[in-house]
């Protein structure tokens, strides 16, 4: 049982030795390391990724998030001065307006004009929003779809400090509709072998749309965790998703989300009684200790930074304390962390 309702931000640190932020993809995808913890007992085994399989049983549904990341990061300068500019497209707002994060900001007032590769695409700042974000307007010739694809660079989070040297490698294997600032990394794992075999099993997957944005990775800035305001990010279940998901679920079989983005999606959009229509919408939902899962028996996930929601999330499905003895057990034993890192299972029963 936990200790107590009521958290602050530093109940979610652990200490991380910086040579463990994994830099670069492994190889093969499906040969990362694989944490697997009952959360009923805290017990741990230490598995590869592709032992997935014995940790599904026919009848379950693993729930797949298809979003695709866009090349969001633009390199450019400022028509005026030519001083260099980084634009990070987050969300968009209109056909050509979208909302993005600027830097350095205080170049960026209404009115400023940045060129990119050569006028091939040029921005307009129309306002300034919510946490300083920029409203910009693109102009360009063509799809912009195929100029991003042209100029746009992967936008890989900060810590990763290694150029990415092969784009698909930010993407899973099944991503499909474009719009993510970020990629779904539980998902990165999965390769289409291993995703057929899990078929054959008897695994129902479905298929999920959230557009991850980089609110999820902001870091929480407040010191009681109920204080905190998540960002809003767009998600979308289709009929052939939703009536899988509630199959499986009238038949007792588990819903195993892969990443916190398919979980937020699903605890998003189920009613009570745990059942997913057919439903689109805007989700800020924040899970932390104390959430009562709605749909969500187990989950595929990476290790998340210290002091982030995403580890307060998993400490809701797990207990906090055994999240943090896990993380401490990861760290002794080199687990490799964060985007390009290692996955842990979370379930029930799971000792094998």
Known sequence: MEEKNLYYVKDFYYDLPQELIAQDPLKDRASSRLMVLDKETGEMRHKIFRDIVD????????????????????????????????????????????????????????????????????GEVLDIVEEGNRLIQFDYTGIFEEVLDKLGQMPLPPYITHPLQDKNRYQTVYAKYEGSAAAPTAGLHFTRELLGQIEQMGVSIASVTLHVGLGTFRPVKVENILEHHMHSEYYQIDKEAADKINRAKKNGGRIICVGTTSC?????????????????????????????????DGLITNFHLPESTLLMLVSALAGREKILAAYQEAVKEKYRFFSFGDAMYIGCGVSI
């Open 55 to 122: 940790y599904l049983n026919p009848g379950d549904c693993l729930v797949l998030n298809n979003t695709k990341v866009i090349p969001a990061r633009l390199l450019g300068n400022k028509a005026e001065t030519n001083a260099a500019i980084e634009v990070l497209l987050l969300k968009r707002r209109e056909h050509n307006i979208w909302e993005t994060l600027v830097k350095p900001g205080k170049k960026a007032r209404p009115g400023t004009k940045i060129i990119f590769g050569d006028g091939l695409l040029i």
């Open 264 to 296: 937020r999606t699903l605890e998003s959009a189920a009613d009570e009684n745990g059942i997913i229509k057919e439903c689109s919408g805007w989700t800020e939902i924040f899970i932390y200790p104390g959430y009562r899962f709605k749909i969500l």
